[in-house]
């Protein structure tokens, strides 16, 4: 998880997330560049494990990808007057923050896996990427 601080958006909690951008040869890319830039990590393996549409009529996207074997490569790099903290947390924090409303952007599939198959699926989820993925990337 990430604690950020923005000029006018305040303090919030969050994951490590980013918008793709025009020419960003992939979902995996932007993902190991926004871990990259907000923790200062990067990892060996990135897990595609799901994907939410927010509308059908429009083509906007959520994207869980799980980092595995990470690597602390440096210090976050942030945006003028930005701010990025990264921790770590265990499943069972993670969803009782999830539960308390403490993210300013709601992690659709902690919601979405716990409430469709409890917490014990999404602790396997976060433990065993792999077997859940749709897509793996590969930095090595």
Known sequence: LVTTTQPGAGTYEG????DTEPGDPSIFYRAVKELGEETGYIAD??????????AASIQWFAYTIIAT???????????????????????????EMARARVFRYP???????????????LKDIIANPRKYAVMSFSTK
Not at 15 to 18: S, T
Not at 78 to 92: H, L, N, Q, T, W
Not at 107 to 121: A, L
Request: net charge negative; aromatic share 16%.
């Open 69 to 95: 074997n990470c690597h602390k490569i440096g210090e976050p790099i942030a945006d003028i007057g930005e701010r990025s903290r990264p921790y770590f947390v265990s499943v069972d924090v993670l969803v």
């Open 15 to 18: 994951f490590v997330a980013g």
């Open 107 to 121: 992690p659709v599939m902690v919601k979405d896996v716990v409430f469709e198959f409890g917490i014990d699926k």
């Open 45 to 54: 393996e990135y897990h595609l494990v799901y994907f939410h549409q927010f």
